[in-house]
T-cell receptor, first 113, second 113 residues
Framework: GEDVEQSLFLSVREGDSSVINCTYT??????LYWYKQEPGAGLQLLTY?????DMKQDQRLTVLLNKKDKHLSLRIADTQTGDSAIYFC?????????????FGQGTTLQVKP | KAGVTQTPRYLIKTRGQQVTLSCSPI?????VSWYQQTPGQGLQFLFE???????NKGNFPGRFSGRQFSNSRSEMNVSTLELGDSALYLC????????????FGPGTRLLVL
């Protein structure tokens, strides 16, 4: 089946680390993505990880992938008020030469000053 | 490089009408995908076009259709609008080959009255 699950809400204090978790079901996913959506805006690609990797770091962002448990996490170091947004985890479902993204419900990150 | 652009940004229609939304992908990208975002159903895949051909389709009724032009620009059309079609419609572009990472536009917010 195609399903991606995320917790709905996370609240942290400015300067703390945020960890957003995601589980997915399709073991054949090649890429897994994190997108950010601010109010009234589209989706901004934050980072992605190839399925044969365990970890990827990009400045304040760290993505961890546990392929055995189909678990993905996004850690934001030194969280800022500007990081307040909805974060979506997505898996890429391939079928032949085409693909589509299956999204989680989104995690609302609230950063308190 | 300019990002993905979508027009119009906002649209108000009444039930029974039809609507056409437009998407211009990132220069050089040949694949365009469309997604519908609603509070209840989240982000759902509508269809994908590549080289003027529909390569993949989600579980939406036939009232939802699309096309792609030779310059990779894409349009989606919704006929006989229903209240439940009110949503943010997001377009995403990718290179279309093995690099499948999708970049999203700002979306078109459609309100059906």
């Amino acid at each position: 089946g195609e399903d991606v699950e995320q917790s709905l809400f996370l609240s942290v204090r400015e300067g703390d680390s945020s960890v957003i978790n995601c589980t997915y079901t399709d073991s054949s996913s090649t890429y897994l993505y994190w997108y950010k959506q601010e109010p009234g805006a589209g989706l901004q690609l934050l980072t992605y990880i190839f399925s044969n990797m365990d970890m990827k770091q990009d400045q304040r962002l760290t993505v961890l992938l546990n392929k055995k448990d189909k678990h993905l996490s996004l850690r934001i170091a030194d969280t800022q008020t500007g990081d307040s947004a909805i974060y979506f985890c997505a898996e890429s479902i391939r079928s032949g030469n085409t693909g589509k993204l299956i999204f989680g419900q989104g995690t609302t990150l609230q950063v308190k000053p | 490089k300019a990002g993905v652009t979508q027009t119009p940004r906002y649209l108000i229609k009444t039930r029974g009408q039809q609507v056409t939304l437009s998407c211009s992908p990132i220069s050089g990208h040949r694949s365009v995908s469309w997604y519908q975002q609603t509070p209840g159903q989240g982000l759902q895949f509508l269809f994908e076009y590549f080289s003027e051909t529909q390569r993949n389709k989600g579980n939406f009724p036939g009232r939802f259709s699309g096309r792609q032009f030779s310059n990779s620009r894409s349009e989606m059309n919704v006929s006989t609008l229903e209240l439940g079609d009110s949503a943010l419609y997001l377009c995403a572009s990718s290179l279309g080959d093995t690099q499948e990472t999708q970049y999203f536009g700002p979306g078109t917010r459609l309100l059906v009255l």
